[in-house]
């Protein structure tokens, strides 16, 4: 077999944001299933079931319906790192979108910067589309797209 | 902070896309991507057309296996087939790498929302 057919060369993305509120009240927001009803859904999206059991093998479900098509949405998995209030890993995978894709992985960090939290998150095990696309000139640009907002892992 | 910026306008673009309808056509693509030999015969074809029965060389895979591994990635869009005599031959298809691409896009904007929505519900909550 050649390399890349077993390799885990699996993407990854990373974004930070700072939140202008104490440790707590963000990691309580994250995962608090009433706080999440107040903020989780986008525009044309409402709560579904909300379910999460916050400890490590806990496992968590959040659920959203479309309001027009009623199309319902959720995204479940289970924790692998529970440290409140710095710290989660869980597993994350989409229903009724995505069925096909692999187990993904999530890690979000909760850091005390200033007068606020700063948040980590790292979205992990993506499928790897890149090896792919290196090859072609052709396909450069969609590359660079990718390289902007994606950070290969650190091996 | 360049960064930032361009993570600000992934944002606003995020706003107008919801999960559901957008993300549903891509399954195939990802599914397809989901498998190590379909993956490393889209590596193959990344370095150009090559003939069908050449494909399954590099695998203790028997023939109809590939076939279905074929039928897969035919289906998903990510290659496409012609025959030349009585050879086929397959080759990657762009487009459908893209659409992708698009979805490391896609869902960075996802992350980037929930950020905008969490910073307005955690400032509610404050006041």
């Given at each position: 077999m050649i390399p890349e057919a077993t390799g885990q060369?699996?993407?990854?993305?990373?974004?930070?944001?700072?939140?202008?509120?104490?440790?707590?009240?963000?990691?309580?927001?994250?995962?608090?299933?009433e706080a999440l009803k107040n903020w989780w859904c986008?525009?044309?999206?409402?709560?579904?079931d909300i379910e999460i059991d916050l400890r490590v093998a806990?496992?968590?479900?959040?659920?959203?319906?479309?309001?027009?098509?009623?199309?319902?949405?959720?995204?479940?998995?289970?924790f692998l790192?529970?440290?409140?209030?710095?710290?989660?890993?869980?597993?994350?995978?989409?229903?009724?979108?995505?069925?096909?894709?692999?187990?993904?992985?999530?890690?979000?960090?909760?850091?005390?910067?200033?007068?606020?939290?700063?948040?980590?998150?790292?979205?992990?095990?993506?499928?790897?589309?890149?090896?792919?696309?290196r090859h072609r000139s052709g396909w450069i640009a969609a590359w660079d797209r990718m390289e902007e907002s994606c950070l290969k892992p650190r091996s | 902070m360049k960064n930032r910026i361009q993570h600000r306008s992934v944002a606003s673009v995020a706003r107008r896309r919801v999960p559901g309808s957008q993300f549903d056509s891509l399954d195939e693509v990802f599914g397809a991507l989901s498998d190590p030999i379909r993956r490393a015969i889209l590596t193959r074809l990344a370095a150009g057309e090559c003939p069908v029965s050449t494909l399954g060389e590099p695998f203790a895979v028997s023939p109809p296996a590939i076939s279905k591994h074929l039928r897969v990635l035919e289906k998903s869009g990510l290659i496409a087939r012609r025959k030349s005599g009585r050879v086929h031959y397959c080759r990657l298809r762009a487009d459908a790498?893209?659409?992708?691409?698009?979805?490391?896009?896609?869902?960075?904007?996802?992350?980037?929302?929930?950020?905008?929505?969490?910073a307005k519900y955690l400032d509610q909550e404050q006041s």
């Open positions: 060369r699996a993407i990854s993305i990373r974004l930070r944001r700072w939140f202008a509120a104490p440790r707590e009240n963000v990691f309580r927001a994250w995962t608090n299933p986008p525009m044309g999206w409402v709560p579904g806990g496992t968590y479900r959040i659920g959203m319906r479309n309001m027009e098509s009623g199309i319902p949405v959720s995204v479940y998995g289970r790192e529970v440290q409140r209030p710095e710290r989660l890993v869980y597993t994350w995978q989409w229903e009724n979108a995505f069925q096909d894709m692999p187990e993904t992985r999530v890690t979000v960090q909760f850091v005390e910067r200033g007068a606020g939290t700063e948040v980590v998150l790292t979205h992990e095990n993506l499928p790897e589309i890149g090896v792919c696309l | 790498l893209r659409r992708g691409g698009d979805w490391i896009q896609q869902l960075t904007a996802f992350w980037e929302r929930q950020f905008d929505a969490l």
